[in-house]
């Protein structure tokens, strides 16, 4: 499923279920979301820019691939990659206030650890 046509607000007071979409084109996403976003049918982070702002959790369970992945400044939350077996092209911002769970959560990057994982090539 495609993300044409779809027309969301600027910002969104609780939950946005994303979770049928497989190609973020042309998808314009709210700039904060008060809730959890759903992502998990999204196997390419290609084209997707995700909100600055993220209330609750970010879960991105379906990408196989972390390239051109830019993460939210804040998620007040987890952000959950538990398919990536590598954080090759993982964007991590600076400073990182929250955890990634990846590869079914054998890596937890955290605040206190992320500098090991920064520009990082290595599979986890």
Known sequence: TSAEGLILPKKIGGDLNLNCLISVEDLVLPQTIGGVLHFNSL?????????EHIE????LEGLKSAEGLELPKTI??????????SIDGLIIPEPLTYKIFVNDSRTIITPENVDQYRNSKKHI
């Open 56 to 59: 609750h959790s970010l879960y």
């Open 43 to 51: 196997k390419s982070a290609k084209g997707l820019k995700l909100p």
């Open 76 to 85: 007040g939350g987890n952000l959950y990659l538990n398919n990536l077996t």
